[in-house]
C-alpha cells in the first residue's frame, strides 16, 4: 500500500465506482478503497437474509418468501434514463459487457385519487383520461414545441429566450389547467418539487426531451431501464473497468484516516499503519464527515408482495409517481417496483419500495399514501437515510466528495462530467 496514486477513492457506492472507472479509463492510476467487504456501500443489493439481518436482527426470514439467493433488494432502488448520460457511459466505456439490463414494463402517476398510465405512444395519449378532449389538443401544441426544439437552433424558440423566461411562463402561453402542468412537470419533465416553475424552463424542456427520446430508445411502455439482479451490479459493473485498466482495489479496510500537509490539501491515506500517497481524494460523504452538511433525511418502506401493484396492467416492474399537490406535500413520493422478472426476487414475488424526501418524523405515516396503493403485503420493512452535500472547496483540499441520491430515478450523471473535468487535470 505504501505507493503513490493519482486518486484514492474511499468507497464503492455507485457514483464512487463510476468515476473509479472514469479515471482508471483516462490512464490514472487509482487506488479503491471501502471499509466493508462487499462492493456497493449504501446502494449494495441484499439478498433476503441479509435483509433480515439488517432489519430483523437474529430473527429468520420465513420459508414461504423462497430461497435467500433469489433475492436482490436493492437498499437505494432507482430506474435509469434510457437515453441518459450513464447509458451513453456504460456503452462508451463497454461495462456492459459486465452487465444486461431490461426495460420497465410502465411509468404511472397518481392523480385525482387515481393510478394512471404515462402515455408511451400516440394511441396511449389519445386514450388516457388524464385530459379532457380540448386539454389534450391544447397540451399537443405545447409538446410539439418541445419536441422541435433545439437550443442552437433560434428558429426553434419561437422567440422565446428560455433561459429568462420561467417554466410557469411558458408553459402559460398554452393556456394548460393545473393537472396538466402538474402531469407535465412530475411525470414528464420529472422534477421533485414545483420549484421548478419559478426557474428558467430550459432546464424542464430539456428533462421533457429526455424522457421522449428514453421512451423511443427501446420502444417500450417506460422511459426507464434497470439492470438484471439489481442496481448492485452497476458497482461491480465499474469496479471490473477500474481493474481492468489497471486500478487497485482494497475491501475491508474498516481504520483508516485521510492525510492532508500543511497547506490543508489531501496528501494520502493511511491504514492498518501503511500510507498511499495521493494527489486527489474521491468519496462519499461518510469518509469526510466533517467537510459536509446535511441537507435532508429520505424516508423509505420496503415490501415483499405476491402480486403486481394493482391498476398497474399486471406490470412486472414499474415506476408510480404521486405529485406533491396530490397529497399536500412539499415534494414527490416515489413507487418503484420490480419482480423475477428482472432477477431480483424468487417467481411469483415482487418486490416494491416507497420513498420520499422526509418531511416528518412519523415515516410510517408519511409513507402511508403510496404503501396503500400496494394491495396485500407479505413483509413490509422501514428505514431511513441522511442526505448530505460537500461544503468544501475541492481546488483548495483535492478532494472530491459525492452528494447522497434522492428519492427519485437516477440523474443524468452531469456532475460527474464536471467532476472528472476538475480530477483529470
Known sequence: ??????????????????????????????????????????????NLIQLWQKFRGNDKPPAHLGPSRDYNVDMVPKFIMANGILVRTLIHTDVTK????????????????????????????????????????RA???????????????????????????????IS??????????FI????????????????????????????????????GSPYIYP??????????FARLSAVYGGTYMLNKPEWKVEFDMEGKVCGVTSEGETAKCMKVVCDPSYLPNKVRKVGKVARAIAIMSHPIPNTNESHSVQLILPQKQLGRKSDMYVFCCSYSHNVAPKGKYIAFVSAEAETDNLEMELKPGIDLLGPIDEL????????EPVNEPSLDNC???????????????????????LVQ
Open 1 to 46: 500500500m505504501d505507493e503513490e496514486y493519482d486518486v484514492i477513492v474511499l468507497g464503492t457506492g455507485l457514483k464512487e465506482c463510476i468515476l473509479s472507472g472514469l479515471l482508471s479509463v483516462d490512464g490514472l492510476k487509482v487506488l479503491h478503497m471501502d471499509r466493508n467487504d462487499y462492493y456497493g456501500g449504501e446502494s449494495t443489493s441484499l
Open 228 to 237: 438484471l439482479y439489481g442496481l448492485g451490479e452497476l458497482p461491480q459493473g
Open 400 to 422: 472530491f466528495i459525492s452528494t447522497v441520491l434522492p428519492p427519485s430515478f437516477l440523474p443524468s450523471f452531469l456532475p460527474f462530467i464536471y467532476e472528472l473535468s476538475f
Open 381 to 388: 420493512f422501514f428505514d431511513s437515510y441522511d442526505r448530505f
Open 140 to 170: 399537443r401544441s405545447f409538446f410539439i414545441y418541445v419536441q422541435n426544439y433545439d437550443e442552437n437552433d433560434p428558429s426553434t424558440h419561437q422567440g422565446l429566450d428560455l433561459t429568462r423566461i420561467t417554466s410557469r411562463e411558458l
Open 98 to 137: 459486465y452487465l444486461s439490463f431490461k426495460v420497465v414494463d410502465g411509468s404511472y402517476v397518481f392523480n385525482k385519487g387515481k393510478i394512471h398510465k404515462v402515455p408511451a405512444t400516440d394511441v396511449e395519449a389519445l386514450k388516457s383520461p388524464l385530459m379532457g378532449l380540448f386539454e389534450k389538443r
Open 173 to 182: 402561453k398554452y393556456g394548460l389547467d393545473d393537472n396538466t402542468v402538474d
Open 185 to 220: 412537470g412530475h411525470a414528464v419533465a420529472l422534477h421533485r418539487d414545483d420549484r421548478y416553475l419559478n426557474e428558467p424552463a430550459l432546464d424542464t424542456i430539456k428533462r421533457m426531451k429526455l424522457y421522449s427520446e428514453s421512451v423511443l430508445r427501446f420502444q417500450g
